[in-house]
């Protein structure tokens, strides 16, 4: 039998229920992501870096887009990354030689976000795209090549703005980047982006 007391239970459970909905903004569409993504051009950003051993690094970000990256940190880190020409080269603060390990920048998850033409809604990229909190959680994988592993893609709206990304690597390790004071700038060197000219102001050919 429904009391009056049942009655008024069950409406304010309903309410509440309906109350926490509300409260669950839907993620940001992924339309609004790749559009935000292909207006980023020319832009840079503090970062703190924690490797999968879970050491902590920092630096300045500078993206050049398309296809051009560079991570300076902060000393006394020596290392510098650089992504330019198709290529991402490592260079090695702690090693003797001036040469860097390369590799093809389609071989790591950022490419995804370096491409010409950012397209967060093509078949078989996204993998996940969930709110939690204020944030929108994109997890992508390019879809020619998976087995390269994958970039979990953190934002907040209001404005729309990238905050963090994790690349995670064909074995399951995870480097988190964390942005901050992402912002818009006219232009940058194009020798922070060109790996030959780096290799020769460090003395190499």
């Known amino acids: 039998m429904l009391t009056r007391r049942t009655f008024f239970a069950a409406t304010a459970a309903t309410a509440g229920l309906a109350l926490a909905g509300q409260a669950q903004a839907a993620p940001i569409p992924l339309a609004n992501l790749s559009q935000y993504l292909n207006s980023l051009g020319t832009v840079q950003a503090k970062f703190t870096q924690i490797n999968n051993d879970q050491s902590i690094s920092t630096g300045t970000l500078y993206i050049n887009r398309p296809g051009r990256m560079r991570f300076d940190y902060d000393p006394p880190v020596q290392d510098l990354v650089m992504a330019g020409g198709g290529s991402v080269a490592v260079f090695d603060g702690r090693s003797n030689s001036v040469n860097p390990e390369t590799y093809p920048l389609s071989q790591t998850p950022l490419s995804i976000i370096l491409d010409s033409n950012v397209n967060l809604g093509r078949a078989g990229m996204v993998q996940g795209h969930r709110q939690e909190g204020n944030k929108t959680i994109v997890t992508a994988q390019d879809p020619q090549r998976p087995q390269y592993g994958a970039l979990e893609l953190v934002f907040t709206d209001n404005p729309l703005t990238l905050r963090q990304w994790v690349v995670i690597d064909g074995q399951g390790n995870r480097t988190t ?24 102001s460090r003395g190499g050919n």
Do not use: W
């Open 177 to 200: 980047t964390a942005l901050s004071n992402l912002q818009q700038v006219g232009s940058l060197p194009a020798s922070y982006f060109s790996i030959p000219t780096e290799v020769r």
